[in-house]
């Protein structure tokens, strides 16, 4: 059978729907990079609001002082304000329902697909293992498949990791009030009949706690890291961040720790 005549009698259709195929993958991971890029940026915004904040919840050297100059009532609705729009940034970066939106409740979806999950285990474990001069070739490809076979292991690992952490902080109470008070409270205000009269929402039945953001930060922080390391192939030195932001914040408070007083 002539050969060249065999390939060129494959209908055009199927050649079409290949190549689209393959483009369509490589569109959907480059997008995949840029959302989780996307909401690293988002969640650095979040947790510079956050380390602004903190020492207004914690030191009680500022607390104290802003009572002293008679600043205590606006002190606190400037806190209060500061606290609510932190929440609102926490729940956009974990789940989102607008879809032109990157949050973690999205991309760690998308990323249970099996096709862009190969697409991503592939590229990450595509690493050359280094040849030593006078090294035959067989000896080379065996350690070669080697490495990459301890590079796919760590894939799997930090993804079972990321769905895991994530599964859980998108079921946390704390993450869920996060949201209520988001719908009902901040986004609307919900009136609720109470003994024949209507009311605003409490929200004290929510049984959040000032601090608790930081819980869901940091669970955020480690799967935005793993995200990262999975989709992009990157890592983000958060000390050289956290540290600058720190000192900004110490500076405009005239404090020497966030969490404590001088």
Not at 41 to 57: D, G, I
Not at 211 to 223: F, H, M, P, T, V
């Amino acid at each position: 059978m002539n050969t060249a005549l065999h390939l060129t009698a494959i209908p055009l259709r199927f050649v079409c729907a290949a190549q689209l195929g393959r483009s369509m993958n490589k569109e959907g991971i480059k997008k995949l990079e840029s959302q989780v890029d996307s909401l690293l940026t988002l969640f650095m915004r979040a947790y510079s609001q956050y380390l602004f904040q903190r020492p207004m919840m914690v030191n009680t050297d500022i607390i104290s002082r802003m009572g002293k100059e008679g600043k205590r009532r606006g002190f606190e609705h400037l806190r209060n304000q500061l606290y609510w729009n932190l929440v609102q940034e926490i729940v956009k970066i974990c789940d989102d329902s607008d879809e032109r939106t990157p949050c973690i409740k999205k991309i760690t979806m998308k990323l249970k697909d099996k096709n862009t999950l190969k697409i991503l285990e592939d590229g990450y474990s595509n690493q050359g293992y280094p040849r030593v001069e006078g090294e035959d070739y067989a000896t080379w490809e065996k350690l070669q498949k080697e490495y990459q076979d301890d590079w796919r292991k760590k894939f799997k690992k930090t993804y079972d990791r990321m769905i895991k952490n994530a599964e859980e902080l998108l079921s946390s109470d704390i993450l869920s009030g996060y949201k209520t008070v988001r719908d009902k409270v901040l986004a609307h205000n919900e009136l609720r009949l109470v003994d024949s009269n209507y009311e605003l929402f409490d929200i004290s039945v929510l049984n959040l706690k000032f601090g608790q953001e930081r819980i869901i930060l940091d669970r955020a922080k480690e799967i935005i890291d793993d995200l990262n390391s999975l989709v992009r192939g990157a890592s983000f030195s958060w000390d050289s961040f956290i540290d600058p932001e720190t000192r900004a914040v110490c500076t405009f408070w005239s404090i020497k720790s966030i969490e404590r007083a001088n």
